[in-house]
């Protein structure tokens, strides 16, 4: 028997790969430029406002210290309105007592304008600091000597020397006194 079968004599060439796909030529991402560009608007913004910031601190600072000085430079202008007034009447004394041959008078006179020089610090808060009698306080007492007194007891003040001076309650100047060391002590010989 004869085989009818043809064969088939085409050369057979292998089939095509299937095409793998083209290498992504620089597909831009949209959505990660718009977040870069973002953030880089907001990276600005926020090293302008920091900037300004450290400008402004340094601007505070500096007008900080100038208020300071101003205030500094004029703190005393209440007290020396105040005290005006009493140069004013020191003065009326002096041409008072080169007129005057009344020395009492011109005493007087002089301890009125004191009195009131007193007064308008005592406003300002300036406190006379007279330990007369009361027992030796170091915080508020300086004292300059020690005496024996039979009328005075031991470690009171015997004697102001110089009245000190508070103010607002803060010292700023310590009476300077004498303090009684008792009845003086008998000497045997």
Do not use: W
Not at 21 to 44: G, H, R, S
Not at 47 to 73: F, M, P, S
Not at 96 to 118: I, M, P, W, Y
């Amino acid at each position: 028997m004869t085989d009818n079968k043809q064969t088939d004599t085409t050369p057979t060439t292998p089939p095509a790969p299937a095409e793998a796909p083209a290498p992504a030529a620089a597909v831009p991402f949209p959505a990660l430029e718009e977040q870069l560009a973002t953030a880089k608007k907001e990276a600005a913004a926020n090293y302008d406002r920091y900037t300004r910031a450290v400008a402004d601190l340094e601007n505070y600072r500096k007008r900080t210290i100038r208020e300071k000085d101003e205030l500094r430079q004029f703190a005393a202008t209440g007290v020396m309105e105040d005290v005006i007034p009493i140069l004013d009447n020191l003065g009326h004394a002096l041409v008072a007592a080169r007129q005057q041959t009344d020395v009492k008078a011109v005493a007087s006179g002089v301890g009125l304008v004191l009195e009131q020089f007193k007064t308008t610090l005592a406003r300002h808060g300036l406190k006379e600091v007279d330990p007369a009698s009361q027992k030796f306080d170091p915080n508020f007492h300086e004292c300059i000597s020690h005496q024996p007194s039979a009328d005075v007891a031991e470690e009171n003040v015997m004697q102001v020397v110089r009245p000190g001076y508070t103010l607002n309650g803060r010292l700023l100047r310590p009476a300077s006194v004498i303090v009684s060391s008792g009845p003086a002590k008998e000497t045997t010989t």
